[in-house]
């Protein structure tokens, strides 16, 4: 189109170089007879010029073309990138849904992992039990079973239903240190003794005699640790507070399912001996829930030492056994407490070098 222009403003051009160059020629012959008017030679030097004029415009339009083109190019690539980063950031949102997607999935699986550990150490500890019960029955009808077997004829001769067989002497069973005592009498001596507790094999205890309103009774050790072992006592799983850790002749915790096993049997004292402040702490009627109460403790009653007697009772709130809560978090360590996060048993007031004892509350100590 501009092509078009250009072509009609040369010819323009053109016809108004010819009228000037024509006017001109008849001016000057009309001036000078003698000289003759040359348009012929006028045009043919206009043409020239019109034709160089031509081709430069043509020239300068194919170039407008080509430059008009090459634009047209740029503009369509132009819209080809935007389309592009349209649909790469549309990739992008949607990659990041994606992700975020995985990852709830991911911590969804990670909490629901967790809670099948804790479910199967809770079985695990159930199934131990049971195995143990089954055993020590098991044990019981081998007994019975050697027991009929006596019976039975002898060398081609019926066993004499009036013999009477010797009277076997079995070993002495203690169910706590209180109970080793009372059976010892003069012979006991604190120290460690196995003691035979229903539904659980026998198991090590550490003895120690403490006096109290005038009643020297054997006290059982349920929890001993040392300035040095506080990690290794009081930062344990659930799994292992559970079943027990350490030995009677170190330290040690016997275990919530054992603790449970010993409180339940008849009232307990508690002692806590703090070996760093050199405080001691007596608890009345202690006993613990099984594990699902989460081993709570059941309103103990806070009877402080004095020298001479004990002081005026306390009643407690309920405190539960954990590991891992927000509670056990925030003060370091593996406990009982309550719904404010306050520890049991004084807790708060102790240092890790402590000593726990129970005994019946019913002791004839001598």
Not at 128 to 147: A, D, H, V
Not at 306 to 325: E, Q, R, V, Y
Request: with cysteine; proline share 3%; glycine share 6%.
């Amino acid at each position: 189109m501009q092509r078009e222009m250009y072509k009609q403003l040369a010819a323009c051009l053109l016809y108004l170089i010819l009228e000037l160059q024509r006017n001109v020629g008849i001016v000057a012959a009309a001036q000078d007879e003698d000289v003759p008017a040359q348009p012929l030679t006028i045009y043919v030097d206009a043409g020239e010029e019109v034709e160089t004029l031509l081709k430069s415009m043509n020239l300068y339009a194919s170039k407008q073309d080509d430059f008009e083109k090459m634009l047209l190019r740029v503009q369509t690539l132009m819209e080809s990138m935007d389309e592009r980063l349209v649909k790469l950031e549309s990739d992008y949102e949607i990659t990041a849904d994606s992700k975020q997607k995985e990852q709830s999935s991911i911590t969804a699986l990670e909490s629901r992992l967790t809670d099948i550990e804790n479910t199967l150490d809770s079985t695990k500890g159930r199934e131990m039990r049971s195995i143990q019960l089954l055993m020590e029955k098991l044990n019981e009808m081998e007994k019975m079973l050697k027991f009929s077997q006596s019976a039975r004829i002898v060398e081609g001769k019926q066993f004499d239903v009036h013999y009477a067989p010797p009277r076997i002497n079995m070993p002495t069973t203690y169910t706590d240190c209180a109970d080793v005592k009372m059976k010892l009498g003069d012979r006991y001596k604190d120290g460690v003794y196995e003691i035979n507790v229903a539904h659980f094999p026998p198991w090590e205890v550490r003895c120690v005699t403490k006096c109290l309103a005038g009643s020297c009774c054997a006290w059982t050790v349920i929890m001993h640790g040392s300035a040095a072992s506080a990690e290794r006592v009081f930062q344990r799983d659930w799994n292992e507070y559970q079943n027990g850790f350490g030995n009677a002749h170190g330290d040690l915790f016997i275990g919530l399912d054992r603790l449970h096993a010993l409180t339940n049997r008849s009232p307990q004292l508690m002692l806590i001996t703090d070996y760093v402040f050199g405080k001691e702490y007596i608890f009345e009627d202690f006993r613990i829930a099984n594990a699902i109460f989460s081993y709570a403790v059941t309103i103990p009653m806070d009877l402080e030492k004095i020298p001479g007697g004990l002081n005026d009772l306390i009643l407690s709130t309920t405190w539960k056994f954990s590991t891992n809560s927000k509670c056990a978090m925030l003060h370091g360590r593996s406990w009982w407490y309550n719904d404010q996060c306050v520890g049991g048993f004084r807790r708060d007031t102790l240092s890790d070098n402590i000593c726990m004892m129970i005994r019946p509350e019913q002791c004839n100590g001598n």
